[in-house]
């Protein structure tokens, strides 16, 4: 896999300019960095896989993570394990309304979330106005889910993986995973075939909701403050991460393990520019020529399909 | 009028119809396919089998009519309605998932699964491979579908259906694109599958196909059933005859023109897969008739002699220049217009009024410094409605919302403001009502009088031979046939079209 290639090479020459990159605590901050964005990545990767897009991801973490914080000044003493249950739920229900406009009003998907991403920040920002949340106001159990270290792991990392392997066992070896990818690979194919298109689509909608409902939570463990413009532009990362990672933004193609791959990169580099003290800058230039190498990649592979489609036509008249 | 139906038919329709909107796509079907047979069914494009086939496969549902299987009634709301109820049909295109592996293509939705309920990949592969060795063909079930031939591609659907276990097999059209071998390979199967029991419903053009493989048929005529044979019983001049019985008279005839010069000569032209060595002139004055089968590869020459599609050899000349090839406005520049067959997508600019889809050709003539003048909009398109007859409630509504005659008359006052040479008309008369379509005849009738060299592309038989002083006939991206006014019959033209005798000329 390139994107695998591209990420070890990147590691290797950040750390031969500065070997302290590889030390345990920038190894840590590596992970804790990057948890978030691969969990984002894999629930947008389940719905591009079907030939569709989710631009309110961003606006459906900011929800979340306010809501925890209001939460928890709610009901201080809850146990740690409501809010996840909560968090997705609420995720899952802003991603059940996506899915449900996207498959009754027959509108691309990329025109319904732009209007549900405003949408729900713009409920998020009413509901929030100026306040901001902090983590000291959080349960102090919720906070060191993103300290804490299991076999050398945080713990919000171990959910980040756990989470990754499921989906990608459930894309890769249950009917329902595969029916995303082959109503991804030709839609129209798909309703002929008799494959439950919209229920499927509205499926995906509301996995991505609730994984980026989870996301949200541990955002809230993972960062100081939440407020209403929390997750601003996150969603631009994240359709970049799957793509970067190989999946196919016209369906059918890729992979959440890819999609993970994507985020780690795209995460590893901030950390390994500002390592070896390269200019801010040249972090945003450099994502766009991978997303730009990612797609050309993409594209002359599908030419050289098609033109070797015309010729073995041709050979057999 | 419909067939007696015996006990144990496996598919019985009956009085079947369909309409979309006003037009009646099947007026009444009626097919009665009993079990451990395989029944063709046969008619000209148009004539409701795609339709019907659709409304066996859940895609439609009918309006009324009866429809059972095995004996009970049943009304499909989906694929996998049709699907579960042990029907498999195979289209005319293969219908595959490019980014699935070739396994997983035959399978999907029923993949094997292992004891934790996951997918069985190697089980799955293994199944595959068993069927690809039953069906005799060497396909990697681990490859993705994508880049697959045709035939290959025709080959998994067969597969799908053969692991489906279907009581009812339908086949649309499945042989246009195999070769001799795989025709003969796809027989034995559906041979095979009869033996075990089931009904095999065969649609084809082609009738040596026909004869070789069926033990009944049933022949249907605009929207409706005509008769059933048993193959043995009836020749194919009968059915050609019932395929096409239908009174030409009823349409527009073309008035007598003086035929002039050549306008338009192609010349070898060529493009792998699609058509081959392609040749013809048009004359002054002349209407030209491009007749054949959906999918011959009429549409594709025009396409590549307006310019619109590459073309890998060959020329176009229009008044003795050559035209340069993949360009529209060559073509236009050189006095071609062209009423593509799709006039929602290809032809009209739904959205727009009726004034401005009329003078959208008409640009330079309406404008001043660069700027669209309205007042000389109104004026262009005032005329030129008038001139056609347009019916519509005012040129500022939208030209969507105009029935289907009307709009045919807009796209075609729109290219004649340009005084075009030669028009290519495909399919004019598709989907227009009865009234309307004799107007548009009228109107082609007009034109070549005025000394219009015309190219109609057209799949109705009656329009073909009331309208063309040239018939051309196309099959499989060849010309089959060249016949004149007074050769061309119902008959010889079909037979060309289908390929499927001693009519067919160099």
């Known amino acids: ?317 | 009028m419909a067939a007696a139906a015996p006990a144990d038919a496996t598919l019985v329709l009956r009085d079947v119809a369909k309409s979309f909107g006003a037009v009646a796509a099947l007026r009444s079907g009626s097919l009665v396919v009993e079990s451990g047979s395989i029944h063709a069914l046969i008619g000209e494009n148009g004539a409701g089998k795609s339709t019907m086939v659709k409304i066996i496969a859940g895609l439609y549902r009918r309006d009324s009519g009866v429809f059972r299987l095995d004996g009970e009634e049943v009304d499909f709301t989906s694929t996998a309605d049709s699907k579960a109820a042990g029907v498999a049909v195979i289209y005319q295109e293969p219908t595959l998932f490019p980014d699935l592996t070739v396994a997983e293509n035959i399978f999907v939705g029923r993949q094997p699964l292992s004891r934790l309920g996951l997918i069985d990949r190697r089980r799955m592969r293994e199944e595959a491979r068993e069927l690809f060795a039953r069906l005799g063909v060497p396909i990697d079930p681990d490859r993705l579908a994508e880049g697959l031939s045709i035939a290959d591609q025709q080959i998994i659907e067969i597969a799908k259906a053969i692991s489906l276990d279907a009581r009812l097999l339908v086949m649309d059209e499945p042989t246009a694109a195999l070769s001799g071998v795989e025709v003969e390979r796809l027989f034995g199967v559906a041979r095979s599958l009869r033996d075990r029991g089931a009904g095999i419903v065969f649609i084809s053009h082609r009738f040596e196909e026909v004869f070789d493989l069926c033990d009944t048929l049933t022949v249907m005529r605009d929207g409706a059933y005509v008769s059933t044979h048993r193959t043995d019983e009836v020749t194919v001049d009968q059915i050609v005859k019932e395929m096409v019985g239908r009174s030409i008279e009823a349409l527009f005839p073309k008035e007598v023109a003086p035929i002039g010069e050549a306008v338009l000569e192609v010349e070898g032209l060529e493009r792998g897969g699609v058509f081959h060595d392609i040749s013809f002139q048009v004359r002054s004055g002349e209407i030209v008739a491009l007749a054949g089968l959906v999918g011959a590869g009429r549409s594709e020459v025009a396409r590549a002699v307006f310019g619109v599609d590459a073309y890998d050899s060959g020329s176009v000349r229009m008044n003795g220049a050559d035209v340069a090839p993949r360009s529209p406005q060559a073509a236009i520049a050189a006095g071609m217009a062209f009423v593509p067959e799709d006039r929602r997508k290809q032809g009209l600019v739904m959205e727009l009024s009726v004034a401005r889809n009329l003078t959208l050709t008409l640009r330079s003539q309406v404008s001043r410094f660069g700027l669209i003048n309205n007042r000389a909009e109104a004026r262009a398109a005032d005329d030129w409605s008038r001139r056609l007859q347009v019916k519509t409630g005012s040129p500022q509504h939208a030209a969507a919302t105009m029935s289907g005659g009307n709009q045919q008359k807009v796209v075609l006052a729109k290219w004649l403001a340009t005084d075009p040479t030669l028009l290519i008309v495909d399919e004019p008369t598709r989907g227009i009502d009865i009234g309307t379509k004799s107007e548009v005849h009228r109107l082609l009738s007009d034109l070549a009088g005025r000394g219009v060299a015309i190219v109609m592309i057209s799949s109705e038989l009656p329009e073909v031979l009331g309208m063309a002083d040239r018939v051309l006939v196309m099959h499989e991206g060849r010309i089959t046939a060249e016949l004149s006014r007074a050769e061309a019959t119902p008959e010889r033209v079909m037979h060309a079209a289908t390929a499927s005798t001693e009519e067919t000329v160099a």
């Open chain 1, 1 to 317: 896999m390139p994107v695998a290639v591209a990420l070890v090479t990147l590691i290797v020459v950040t750390w031969l300019i500065n070997d302290q990159f590889l030390s345990a605590q920038s190894v840590k901050d590596l992970m804790l960095n990057a948890t978030i964005l691969v969990i984002l990545a894999t629930a947008q990767a389940v719905v591009l896989i079907t030939r569709n897009v989710d631009l309110s991801v961003g606006a459906i973490l900011g929800m979340v993570a306010f809501s925890v914080g209001a939460f928890f000044e709610a009901a201080p003493q809850a146990p740690v394990a409501v809010i996840f249950v909560v968090g997705m739920l609420l995720g899952g229900l802003l991603g059940a309304v996506n899915g449900a406009l996207v498959t009754v009003a027959k509108v691309p998907a990329l025109v319904i979330t732009l209007g549900t991403m405003y949408a729900f920040r713009g409920i998020l920002s009413t509901w929030a106005g100026s306040k901001q949340y902090f983590s000291g106001d959080n349960p102090a159990s919720f906070g060191r889910l993103s300290v804490e270290t299991v076999l050398g792991l945080p713990i919000i990392t171990l959910i980040a993986l756990a989470v990754l392997a499921v989906v990608a066992v459930y894309l890769a070896f249950r009917r329902p995973g595969r029916d995303l990818y082959a109503i991804g690979s030709d839609p129209d194919a798909a309703k002929l075939f008799g494959i439950r298109v919209q229920a499927r689509v509205l499926l995906a909608f509301t996995a991505c909701g609730a994984l980026t409902g989870l996301a949200g939570v541990l955002y809230a463990s993972r960062y100081n403050s939440v407020g209403a413009l929390t997750g601003s532009g996150l969603e631009l990362d994240v359709v970049a991460a799957a793509v970067v990672g190989g999946v196919a933004i016209s369906g059918g193609v890729g992979t959440v393990v890819g999609a993970g791959l994507g985020a780690v990169l795209l995460s590893t580099i901030t950390s390994s520019l500002t390592a070896t003290r390269v200019d801010k800058f040249w972090q945003q230039a450099i994502v766009g020529v991978l997303i730009l190498a990612a797609v050309v990649v993409d594209r002359v592979t599908a030419i050289r399909r098609a033109n070797k489609l015309r010729v073995s036509e041709a050979r057999d008249d």
